[in-house]
């Protein structure tokens, strides 16, 4: 292959990815195909030696080199030919022959035949089989961009108003990569860096256009391309485009429908009791509770034992109930007018408290412990605390590789776009001491913020561009298509589970209601709630289509809705003998050093913090010492731990050995201490500021 690279080496670097040979989708690695191509020469006219090499045919002289090397037999007897000689010494311009006539006794002709543009017959097929890989890789980068993601039709989901013209369904998209109608039944080699073909390894233009298509432009948007590691490329393509990847079992869409169901049933449920009652209903984006349902099911699979979620107030009452599994009574009794009464008059108390709870996840059988973590009305401010909660978890369990506890983040497309706290979150992702090795991002996208058309809110194409600064996969969805969704979740979790990176899925759906139930959204969007008053719910839709497949009965399905009615009528009946609102049902983490078993605070008198002199003083000698010998102190930190040293032997003390004091009197009794913060590495303030020392006090002293 050197004096191939030899030979257009003079028009066009020839850089094979030689790291993405090593995958195991891959064809086997050049080193061990054993090449014996001679040490690379000089040649001043590689062109005109070998006039079939130009500068747009390195990669596919280098694929059809390849597939030599595996077997000499795959490709063409001209090719064969040709690298026989080329390995065997043959000088430039000689080592290609033409293939033999396909009559015998004709007369070889003299060189290719000319097409009419002057073209010869081998750079034609070279440049349309180039031409066919970018137009592949053109649907991976773009493909997004003509996805069917809006479920009212009515608007695209990105606000590019650019068009990619060169995946545009026309002649023109031909047209663009110099391909024509004529050349849509022909036969073209697939590239490495597609899944498409399945086991076959060729396909017509004209199929492999529909499949590139069915992967990138129905109901699901992928963006991935603009990452850099190739592993991670290659496997989303692989999840994607491989034909027949989306395929679910009966029993796999039945439970998809109970999900619905009891999703869509739950929300018409409390506006049936309380239809005068703002609860930031889910109605538009019912889906989301078999999306997180199989995200946590994916992870339970995987071996997490503990989910730590973050949400604001928009479907949180059904998050709560279909889930966490919240005691339906629980969440009823919070419509109570009388307990409204003791919280200011606010009323919307319900939709900002969190929940514990630790159950048997009924799809692996597995124990799940399950924390929805309180959030107040700014939307975004629970992202860092999830994180922390969900860091904090992994160190008191030993999961240093987030194998055991993992952390999803729900958010709304208007606050993911406009919130700076998202962007500072996701930058904290991937550095060492604060990554949770992995989050799964659910926006919640209903194309509207409050009252604000998304043209209005932000400037980027998608409310997900910021998650593109870690290099985290963006799956955009049709929420009005569950299996779509259900399979993007799927993925996602295994994309978690698989590289410990963060990973977002844009739920694209609408708003039934306005922005809670006692507002008009026809006032600010009057075309768009037209449309939404023309919708057909999303259950009705999954329904209908299980019901024309055969996979459920009409019977079946009016059963499964009357089952989940009467749970709720039940669970009505119930909250109304709720006499106590005990406090365990609303934590966020099980406290049971604050709390007694029925939920009562525990006693809050603070128990004795002192310290014998003694250990203080062991404490203030180890930090005005240097930990390891034969080390060279810095000078002023030289004299900073003399200073110490003096305070130790007067007893006194500054701000700064009494904080240290504190610090290593709790280590010494077994609790852990993390300090964070930009002067905690050279204790900035601690070593600088206040330095009035005071005089130990000769009983024990507290902290």
């Not at 649907?139 to 608007?155: N, S, T």
């Not at 949770?436 to 932000?458: E, L, S």
């Not at 990973?503 to 006032?523: A, K, Q, T």
């Not at 110490?644 to 050995?657: H, I, K, S």
């Amino acid at each position: 292959m050197h004096r191939l690279r030899t030979c257009a080496s003079r028009l066009w670097p020839l850089t094979p990815p030689q790291h993405a040979r090593t995958a195991s989708w891959q064809r086997p690695s050049v080193a061990s195909a054993q090449r014996t191509f001679q040490p690379i020469r000089c040649y001043t006219a590689p062109v005109t030696t070998e006039p079939f090499l130009s500068s747009t045919s390195s990669n596919y002289v280098e694929e059809m080199y390849y597939a030599w090397q595996e077997n000499p037999k795959s490709v063409h007897e001209s090719w064969d030919n040709f690298f026989r000689q080329t390995n065997a010494g043959t000088p430039p311009g000689v080592a290609h022959q033409r293939p033999p006539p396909l009559a015998s006794g004709l007369p070889t002709p003299p060189r290719d035949p000319v097409l009419a543009d002057g073209q010869s017959g081998v750079e034609k097929l070279v440049e349309d089989h180039l031409a066919v890989q970018t137009l592949i890789r053109a649907y991976q980068i773009r493909g997004h961009h003509f996805a069917q993601l809006d479920p009212l039709g009515i608007m695209d989901a990105d606000l590019d108003s650019g068009v990619p013209t060169d995946i545009i369904t026309s002649s023109d998209k031909l047209g663009f990569y110099g391909l024509s109608e004529s050349d849509l039944d022909k036969v073209f080699r697939l590239p490495k860096t597609t899944f498409i073909g399945g086991s076959e390894g060729a396909l017509p233009l004209r199929e492999i256009i529909r499949r590139l298509e069915m992967a990138y432009c129905q109901h699901i948007g992928v963006e991935f391309m603009f990452i850099n590691d190739l592993e991670q490329c290659q496997w989303i393509r692989q999840k994607f485009e491989t034909p027949g990847v989306m395929q679910f079992t009966l029993e796999e869409k039945r439970t998809l429908l109970a999900r619905m169901v009891r999703s869509t049933r739950f929300e018409e449920f409390l506006h049936r009791k309380w239809s005068s009652e703002k609860r930031f209903g889910l109605e538009g984006c019912e889906s989301l509770i078999p999306a997180l349902k199989t995200i946590i099911d994916k992870s339970s699979e995987n071996g997490v034992e503990s989910v730590i979620l973050g949400m604001s107030h928009r479907g949180r009452l059904n998050v709560l109930a279909n889930v966490i599994r919240k005691e339906l009574e629980q969440i009823f009794c919070q419509f109570d007018p009388k307990l409204e009464a003791t919280d200011e008059g606010s009323g919307d108390v319900k939709y900002h408290l969190g929940m514990y709870h630790r159950r048997i996840n009924r799809v692996t059988d597995r124990n799940i412990t399950l924390s929805l973590v309180a959030n107040p009305s700014h939307l975004e401010a629970v992202d860092p605390v999830v994180q922390g909660k969900t860091k904090a978890e992994q160190f008191y369990c030993g999961d240093t590789e987030g194998n055991r506890v993992m952390s999803i983040l729900l958010h709304g497309d208007a606050a993911f776009a406009g919130q700076g706290i998202v962007y500072e979150t996701f930058h904290l992702s991937d550095l060492p001491s604060y990554t949770t090795h992995g989050t799964v991002h659910v926006v919640v996208n209903n194309q509207i913020g409050f009252t604000t058309d998304p043209r209005m809110a932000r400037s980027s194409p998608y409310p997900t561009d910021v998650a593109r600064v870690v290099n985290a996969p963006i799956f955009h969805v049709n929420a009005d298509d569950p299996e779509a969704v259900v399979y993007v979740c799927d993925v996602a979790a295994e994309w978690r589970a698989t590289f410990h990176k963060d990973v977002v899925v844009d739920l694209v759906c609408y708003r039934r209601n306005g922005h809670n139930e006692m507002d008009e959204p026809m006032f600010t969007q009057p075309l768009m709630y037209k449309q939404i008053k023309k919708q057909k719910a999303v259950l009705q839709k999954y329904a209908e289509k299980l019901m024309a497949e055969g996979a459920v009965t009409r019977q079946e399905y009016e059963e499964e809705i009357a089952k989940y009615d009467k749970i709720c009528e039940e669970a009505y009946a119930r909250s109304k003998d709720e006499k106590i609102l005990h406090i365990k049902h609303w934590l966020d983490s099980p406290w049971p050093g604050f709390f007694t078993l029925d939920g009562q605070p525990k006693s809050l008198t603070c128990p004795s913090t002192g310290v014998e002199e003694v250990e203080l003083a062991h404490i203030g000698e180890v930090a005005s010492s240097v930990p390891v010998k034969d080390f060279t102190v810095h000078g002023g930190l030289r004299r900073i731990l003399r200073g110490r040293g003096v305070m130790v032997e007067e007893r006194t003390v500054d701000w700064a050995l009494g904080e240290y004091m504190a610090f290593g009197s709790l280590l010494k009794q077994g609790t852990h201490v993390r300090l964070s913060g930009q002067d905690v590495e050279r204790g900035t303030f601690r070593s600088s500021r206040n330095t009035t020392a005071e005089t130990w006090p000769h009983a024990h002293g507290g902290r």
